[in-house]
C-alpha cells in the first residue's frame, strides 16, 4: 500500500490543551481554526507525513475576557504571530497501533522539536462512499521553551498559570479525491 493524501475533516477532529490554573486545577482550550496536509503510509510510516496551521486567534477557552488575553502580546501575540505551525520531521512505528511523530513546532516565532505520541485506530468505510481514518495525538511543550513567560506570583507560593501545556488532537481524515476542473 502507498502513501495516501489525506484531507481533515476538520467538523470531526480537534486541537485542545490544558494547562494548570492556579496550582490546583486545569483549564481547558482548544482553537476552532486550522488546516492542513496529511500524507499516511500504514504499511511504511516512515513515508507518512504532517503540517498543520493553526489560527492563533482561534484559541477559545470559553472564557472571553482570558481568550483576549491570551491572543496579547503577554502570550502568543496573535497580531504579530498569526499561526501556530507543526510539520513532522520523522514518523515511526512505536508499536502495533502506535507511532511517535516528531516534527517542528513554531509558536510565537520561537520553534523547537516535539514528538507527539499518536494512535492509529484504523480506517472505515463510511455511509457516504468515502473511508476514514482516525488518529489521536498527545504531547507535552513548555511553554517557557516558547517564550509564553507571562506569570503572576501567588500570595501563598506558586503561580497563576503553570508552564506545562498538554496538547491533543483528535484527528478524523478522508482520504482525498481530486474534484476535476470545472469546464
Do not use: C
Not at 49 to 60: H, K, Q, T, Y
Not at 63 to 77: I, K, M, V
Not at 165 to 174: C, D
Amino acid at each position: 500500500m502507498a502513501t495516501e493524501r489525506l484531507d481533515f475533516d476538520l467538523v470531526h477532529s480537534s486541537i485542545g490543551f490544558t494547562v494548570r490554573h492556579l496550582m490546583v486545577s486545569k483549564v481547558h482550550g482548544r482553537f476552532s481554526q486550522w488546516s492542513g496536509s496529511l500524507e499516511f503510509d500504514e504499511q511504511d510510516p516512515g513515508a507518512s507525513r504532517v503540517r498543520v496551521s493553526v489560527d492563533a486567534a482561534s484559541i477559545d477557552t470559553r472564557e472571553a475576557p482570558r481568550d483576549a488575553h491570551l491572543r496579547s502580546p503577554d502570550f502568543l501575540d496573535a497580531e504579530h504571530f498569526p499561526h501556530i505551525e507543526f510539520t513532522s520531521t520523522s514518523v515511526t512505528r512505536a508499536s502495533a497501533g502506535e507511532l511517535h511523530v516528531t516534527g517542528d513546532l513554531t509558536i510565537r516565532g520561537v520553534t523547537r522539536t516535539v514528538q507527539l505520541d499518536a494512535e492509529y485506530a484504523g480506517r472505515v468505510k463510511d455511509p457516504w462512499g468515502g473511508e476514514r481514518f482516525g488518529f489521536s495525538a498527545k504531547t507535552t511543550i513548555k511553554r517557557s521553551d516558547f517564550g509564553l513567560t507571562w506569570n503572576q506570583a501567588l500570595e501563598a507560593g506558586g503561580v497563576v498559570v503553570g508552564d506545562r501545556i498538554e496538547i491533543s488532537l483528535e484527528i478524523e481524515a478522508v482520504r482525498h479525491v481530486a474534484r476535476a476542473a470545472a469546464a
